[in-house]
């Protein structure tokens, strides 16, 4: 008759230790979603820059670079953007440059937007992460 009283008393207490771990688990299966998002969006940002640049130095001649890159510009750029299938082409920018003689320059900025913005910026967040690269190769 004793351990039917005990079990009496601890009838919910599965129910109230799921009901107290489930924000955390879902806060942490978020956090590694979120995370690998980011991962994934900024390999693709690197790849496509460092792709314009392998891209850009086969095509463009050190004559080119040092007088007049424009023209080869958009091919470079054309470049870069089809490697970033899955980014939202809205929020990348692409710039080629020559800063220096024999050398190409590829930049690849984008703002990866968070799939949890609104809460992020219901608690005074951004919502938004800035990813800047940069790929420089040498013209031969």
């Not at 020559?98 to 967040?125: D, K, S």
């Amino acid at each position: 008759m004793k351990r039917w009283v005990q079990r009496e008393y601890t009838r919910g207490q599965d129910l109230i230790e799921f009901a107290l771990i489930l924000p955390l688990l879902l806060l942490l299966l978020t956090g590694i979603m979120e995370f690998g998002l980011a991962i994934m969006a900024y390999n693709t940002v690197a790849n496509a820059a460092r792709e314009g640049a392998r891209y850009g130095i086969v095509r463009v001649e050190a004559a080119d670079c040092a007088d007049d890159y424009a023209e080869h510009a958009a091919a470079i750029e054309d470049a870069a953007r089809r490697l970033t299938v899955g980014l939202d082409q809205d929020r990348l920018d692409i710039v080629v440059s020559c800063p220096a003689a024999r050398t190409l320059q590829v930049e690849a900025t984008y703002v990866h937007q968070f799939i949890t913005a609104p809460v992020l910026m219901a608690l005074g967040g951004d919502g938004t992460l800035p990813m800047y690269t940069v790929s420089t190769m040498y013209l031969e």
